[in-house]
């Protein structure tokens, strides 16, 4: 969408100083750095797919350079998340969906504090790992399903209100649009949720969709990738287009 389409100052701001700007070297750098880290500690790791499976991978026992390539937020989307939890000043951040812990690193690099959840036992360690190694000390990294964790049926649970939300696993519409519902009561109305994968299937768009006309949700930004969905009182309900 060309910029002056957009009516709302809340989304063109956040489109010209944070989508289309580029990311801070430094910033950058710790990324490729994690990316190394995972690329210079090989492993064949067990699955537990508590998901909807992956298109390219066969399930049960994958390498490490096979999930990085298929599974992991891709460099430039890694950056992002890492500006938008900048641009947000995002505190508390919670992600539904470790894997090796790229998007978990790269919101870890602005935010205080990130939570992030994964339900693979040794995919959950592999990503511990990386995190010490890469002196990542701010991330709290839970091994639990998503379903059990939301609904806090085992040691941990959502705790306070989260600044940002990255639903990115279980890429399955009626699950999506449940843990959307779950997540609710620990968001504030400048809380910004993102749904990786909107288009990964019929079931996630319908999702999608449905989620764009929530009551709860105002703004609605469709980057074709993911879907951000803002709860700010002061907006109207729109949708926006806007490719990164
Ligand atoms: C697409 S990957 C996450 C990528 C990661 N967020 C990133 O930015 O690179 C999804 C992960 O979620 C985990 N997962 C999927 N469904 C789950 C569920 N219901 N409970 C717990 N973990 C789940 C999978 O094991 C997988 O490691």
């Not at 937020?73 to 894997?99: I, N």
């Not at 209100?161 to 449940?178: E, K």
Request: some cysteine; hydrophobic content about 35%; proline content about 4%.
């Amino acid at each position: 969408m060309h910029l002056h389409g957009i009516h709302s100052p809340f989304i063109y701001a956040l489109q010209r100083q944070c989508l289309l700007e580029p990311c801070e070297d430094a910033l950058k750098e710790r990324l490729v750095r994690f990316r190394e880290s995972v690329k210079k500690n090989p492993q064949k790791l067990q699955i537990t797919d508590h998901g909807a499976g992956s298109k390219y991978l066969d399930n049960h026992s994958r390498s490490t350079d096979a999930i990085l390539k298929h599974n992991c937020t891709p460099p430039r989307r890694a950056e992002l998340l890492t500006q938008l939890a900048q641009y947000l000043h995002a505190k508390k951040v919670l992600e539904l969906g470790t894997s090796l812990g790229v998007g978990t690193a790269a919101l870890a690099l602005s935010a205080e504090k990130v939570t992030t959840v994964e339900g693979s036992p040794a995919i959950h360690q592999y990503a511990s790992q990386r995190f010490v190694d890469q002196k990542l000390l701010n991330i709290n990294a839970i091994r639990d399903t998503f379903q059990d964790f939301l609904k806090g049926t085992k040691d941990n649970k959502p705790e306070g209100f989260y600044d940002l939300i990255f639903i990115d696993g279980h890429h399955d519409g009626d699950a999506t649009a449940r843990y959307f519902e779950l997540l609710l009561p620990y968001c504030h109305e400048h809380t910004l949720l993102i749904i990786d994968d909107i288009y990964w299937s019929t079931s996630m768009t319908r999702a999608w969709k449905k989620l764009q006309k929530h009551p709860r949700v105002t703004a609605s930004v469709d980057t074709f990738q993911w879907g951000l969905l803002f709860l700010r009182t002061e907006q109207r309900q729109q949708s926006f287009y806007i490719k990164v």
